[in-house]
């Protein structure tokens, strides 16, 4: 009712005694249904008043427009941004709106630990030799079967596991291309991934994304037309950092554009585990019938990034990426997969998951309801159905450089927009997360963000 527009902003809800009464339910469970809608910033309390109306969706701010970026490549030069802010960002005591990966308390610490404890009982000395430079056979397996949720059917031989999906990623682009070859990205995307593209000495050819739909498919096949690019590199579920996601009917056309120029891309899925809406997003590859897409993969977001455990199923260059893996890497720690095979034989992993996806989903609502509330009437921000980020963009008078250094000098950091950007754009933007579980010193940093931003603007 409050998003229908039933109940507006500030006006009073049903006591809890007539909620018992008109629906029967219990005390308990009206109080319940009123403590949940106030974790996720839907109501207030008020003492010796009752529940009122706090948040909206009707009343959210505008989406970001589709991204509009230079229609020519660039060569990548986000290192040293990215230098000089994580070394302000590291500054002791600070609050965080950052977060790589969820907080430790939404993650399945303590059954991981026994699945260590149980490895250190049993194992005798098989971890210390070099493993298969593929990757542990039985956890190979659990990823095989994992992949079905994705809506594709994948033999363990067809994975090699890798040290986190940045790993994967490097190695799928310089299985495909060189120096000086053009990558296809989205507009923003991951600083991560322009960091691999940067250090190959490849350039980066940003294309128009939408912040709900993802990439312009139109854009893409004109470049593929022009022969722009030799390979593409996409997040296609819940991108960071704007949280788009691309219908799967929308990637089922991409994969035949894929076919049709016989182009390779590269699809970073690690965030498709983390849907707020029941069904999970399928994947590009798994409409891929050539084996044009290599897709890579980890646990880093929704079990434990320090494990750096991720994978690639690379299709048909599968060998040369097997090369380039013993040529970087010989394999992957050994240790690792054998605790998280562990974990994976004794735990439901999709218990773990569907509790972390709803904990992310009332994170995600928290963070939109303080921007709503503290940031400058016309702010834009992502509404994304999964993922941990939100794209917030500021009126265009606000740089968010000399925000975000009035911000650290405040205790507080996040991450600039333009550092997701192989072009000078981006200056009033920043990417905020839903990766940390909301409290006071969260909601004091977004007031406080959006007061400094409404300064920048007198």
Same mark, same amino acid.
């Given at each position: 009712m409050i998003g229908g527009g039933s109940y507006a902003v500030g006006d009073k809800l049903p006591s809890v005694r007539s909620l018992h009464l008109e629906h029967g339910i219990s005390i308990s469970t009206a109080l319940q249904v009123y403590t949940h809608l106030e974790k996720t910033g839907w109501v207030e309390a008020r003492e010796k008043s009752g529940y009122f109306v706090r948040y909206s969706h009707n009343i959210r701010p505008a989406l970001p427009p589709v991204s509009n970026p230079l229609p020519t490549a660039c060569q990548v030069q986000v290192n040293e941004k990215l230098a000089m802010f994580r070394k302000t960002a590291s500054a002791q005591k600070t609050i965080s709106l950052i977060g790589a990966s969820p907080e430790t308390s939404l993650l399945p610490?303590?059954?991981?630990?026994?699945?260590?404890?149980l490895c250190a009982r049993e194992l005798d000395t098989s971890y210390i030799p070099y493993g298969d430079i593929s990757g542990y056979e039985p956890f190979r397996r659990h990823i095989a079967k994992h992949c079905l949720n994705w809506g594709r059917a994948v033999l363990p031989n067809e994975i090699i596991v890798t040290n986190g999906a940045i790993e994967a990623a490097v190695l799928c682009l310089r299985a495909v291309a060189k120096a000086g070859d053009t990558i296809a990205i989205e507009s923003p995307t991951f600083f991560g991934l322009l960091l691999g593209i940067?250090?190959?000495?490849?350039?980066?050819?940003?294309?128009?994304?939408?912040?709900?739909t993802g990439i312009s498919l139109d854009a893409l096949e004109d470049a593929f037309k022009k022969k722009k690019v030799q390979a593409c590199l996409f997040v296609t579920n819940y991108n960071n950092p704007l949280g788009s996601c691309m219908p799967d009917s929308r990637k089922e056309q991409l994969a035949k554009l894929l076919q049709q120029y016989q182009v390779p891309m590269i699809e970073d899925d690690v965030y498709g585990d983390l849907h707020f809406a029941p069904e999970r997003p399928r994947?590009?590859?798994?409409?891929?019938?050539?084996?044009?897409?290599?897709?890579?993969?980890?646990?880093?977001?929704?079990? %434990?990034? =320090?494990?750096?455990?991720?994978?690639?199923?690379g299709g048909r260059y599968h060998e040369r990426i097997a090369q380039l893996k013993f040529m970087t890497s010989a394999a992957t720690g050994l240790l690792p997969q054998l605790v998280l095979t562990k974990f994976l034989d004794q735990q439901r992993l999709d218990l773990h998951l569907k509790s972390l996806r709803q904990q992310l989903n009332i994170q995600t609502m928290q963070m939109t309801r303080a921007i709503q509330e503290y940031f400058p009437a016309d702010t834009q921000l992502t509404r994304p159905n999964g993922g941990i980020s939100l794209w917030v963009v500021l009126p265009p008078k606000v740089n968010t450089w000399q925000l975000?250094?009035?911000?650290? %000098?405040? =205790?507080i950091t996040f991450t600039p927009g333009s550092l997701f950007s192989s072009q000078d754009r981006y200056h009033n933007c920043i990417r905020l997360t839903n990766a940390n579980p909301w409290d006071e010193d969260q909601e004091w940093a977004v007031q406080t963000l959006g007061r400094l931003s409404s300064e920048q603007l007198k």
């Open positions: 610490t303590a059954k991981l630990k026994r699945a260590l404890q940067e250090s190959l000495g490849m350039k980066a050819l940003e294309i128009p994304t939408d912040p709900v994947t590009v590859k798994s409409y891929d019938e050539e084996g044009l897409v290599m897709y890579c993969s980890s646990w880093s977001k929704s079990i %434990a990034a =320090g494990l750096r455990i991720g994978w690639v199923i975000h250094e009035a911000a650290v %000098a405040q =205790g």
